[in-house]
């Protein structure tokens, strides 16, 4: 196939120099009806391609023209099967890929440290979720992901599991032996969903970890809009093998999708692939040179500690994505989310996470030498104002335990409910999801038993200002549990 063609972006310009007369949504008609600093803001050309389903532009819920040719490129690409093209990002993505394969009372391994994504599919479908615990840094304060012998465990107990789902690799771009683990699960004939929201790149790398597709998963949800050029809410779903079967995959995404599909979206999708297939090792061979100078340069700064290969060599730490950098700041005596903060204010830098011990740096292939040495800069500038003034910070990883489920989360958030103070919580069982966003992995999720561990976690987050959120009361106090039956006397 030509991967230098784009089918769809192609046609949607032809299709805008062609100037048609419109009767048609979007009512701006290429901008003339939109507000007009936002029109000369965005431009004439964005909003002349912002258009809709009609016939020489194809139809995402059933592609047979230029989308259905842009996801058969994608697919080559990626070394898939089948690519589908989300606007609903990864979380649509992976939705699709629960549902597809889950229906009502069906068993899904999954790792407990899952966006919420998961979670919801798994309310949605009616599914039984089986936790396997993800493996706990106790150096740095979060979790790695799933290993093979916890998924043979789980499958030994659940052998009639509908799938298992793995995050590959996780946000702080760790990987446990994919391969190894789509191999034992094969072995039981059970379809391998990949969570790869942070692994756009790694298709295209040999020195990355491999990607989804590469060990033989059947279904990957990847997020081209985080590191792979696309915009933001533009995801793709790759599918691969017998296991699955593409046309209900076609259904579910379509029943999940709007039918206002964004063709800016789809366009950027489009041109995405074309750059990654013609120039993803090379972009990506760029962020991980730059990755390597800025992760040297930070373990040369006082006070700092960014990992690398040091954490190889455990089950869950199989290999690592050196562009994702994960820098603990323990030893400033200040939390992460102060530095997330500090960096804003003092240097307009604006990081993807913080956590009480750690804040997360992307090197992408949108960074250069002089945005890399900017960050270095105000990180030694960071040192010299906390290192040796304040006291280190004690770690104490406090991630409770994972708390027991007691329903399954549907008939949890379907349960009556009623608000209790969070501080009195413990014992009852939860009816919705609590989360720190980012990276939007529940601290509690519907059905599971409240432990006064999980209230003085979820206390000690909100008292750091990190972001707690998920409950109807977005301040916490209070929190929709189960109403418990008291017997009649
Ligand atoms: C591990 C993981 N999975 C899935 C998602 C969802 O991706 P999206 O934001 O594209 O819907 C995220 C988002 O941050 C994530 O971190």
């Known amino acids: 196939m030509d991967q230098s063609s784009t089918p769809l972006f192609t046609a949607l310009r032809r299709h805008a120099e062609r100037n048609p007369l419109q009767f048609h949504i979007p009512g701006h008609k290429k901008g ?143 990987c446990a032996n994919l391969r190894e683990i789509v191999d034992l699960v094969h072995s039981y004939d059970i379809p391998v969903l990949v969570d790869e929201a942070h692994g756009v790149l790694i298709h295209f790398h040999d020195e990355l970890p491999i990607s989804a597709m590469q060990a033989g998963a059947d279904m990957a949800a990847t997020s081209v809009h985080k590191l792979g050029g696309s915009m933001t809410q533009s995801s793709i779903l790759n599918v691969k093998g017998t296991r699955v079967n593409p046309h209900r995959i076609q259904t579910i995404f379509s029943m999940l999708t709007t039918t206002s599909t964004s063709y800016l979206l789809l366009a950027s999708l489009d041109t995405a692939r074309r750059n990654l297939a013609l120039n993803g090792r090379a972009m990506a061979e760029h962020a991980i040179s730059l990755a390597r100078y800025a992760r040297r340069e930070i373990n040369a700064i006082p006070g700092l500690y960014c990992f690398g290969d040091d954490i190889l060599g455990g089950e869950a730490t199989y290999s690592y994505d050196p562009t994702k950098i994960t820098i603990h700041v323990r030893h400033l005596g200040i939390t992460g989310y102060d530095v997330e903060n500090w960096l804003r204010e003092k240097h307009r830098i604006e990081v993807e996470l913080s956590d009480m011990y750690n804040i997360l740096a992307l090197i992408t292939p949108g960074d250069t030498k002089e945005t890399v040495d900017a960050l270095l800069q105000a990180l030694r500038e960071m040192s010299e104002t906390f290192y040796q003034v304040n006291e280190a910070k004690e770690l104490v990883v406090k991630i409770p335990e994972i708390p027991q489920l007691s329903l399954t989360p549907r008939d949890a958030f379907y349960a009556e409910t009623e608000s209790v103070p969070l501080a009195e919580s413990a014992g009852r069982i939860i009816a919705e999801f609590i989360y720190v966003y980012p990276p939007g992995i529940p601290i509690l999720l519907p059905g599971e038993v409240i432990s006064q561990a999980n209230i003085d976690y979820i206390l000690d987050h909100l008292h750091v200002g990190l972001p707690v959120k998920g409950p109807e009361d977005p301040s916490l106090n209070c929190v929709k549990v189960i109403v418990e039956e008291t017997p009649i006397s």
């Not at 194809?58 to 842009?70: R, S």
């Not at 597809?100 to 009372?105: A, F, I, L, Q």
């Not at 979790?143 to 093979?148: A, K, N, S």
């Open 32 to 174: 003339r009806g939109s507000d007009e600093e936002f029109r000369e803001f965005l431009g004439e050309n964005a909003l002349s391609i912002d258009l809709i389903n009609i016939a020489p532009l194809d139809d995402l819920h059933q592609p047979a023209g230029v989308i259905d040719e842009a996801q058969k490129l994608a697919a080559e690409a990626f070394g898939a099967d089948y690519t589908f093209f989300s606007v609903q990002g990864t979380s649509g993505a992976i939705m699709t890929m629960i549902l597809s394969v889950c229906s009502p009372g069906d068993k899904i391994i999954v790792p407990r440290n899952v966006h919420k994504s998961v979670l919801s599919a798994i309310i949605f479908a009616g599914a039984r979720p089986v936790f396997v615990s993800p493996v706990r840094d106790g150096n740095l304060g979060i979790d790695h992901g799933i290993t093979t012998s916890a998924v043979r465990r789980a499958l030994e107990r659940h052998p009639d599991a509908k799938a298992v789902l793995v995050i590959n690799p996780t946000y702080f771009g760790v």
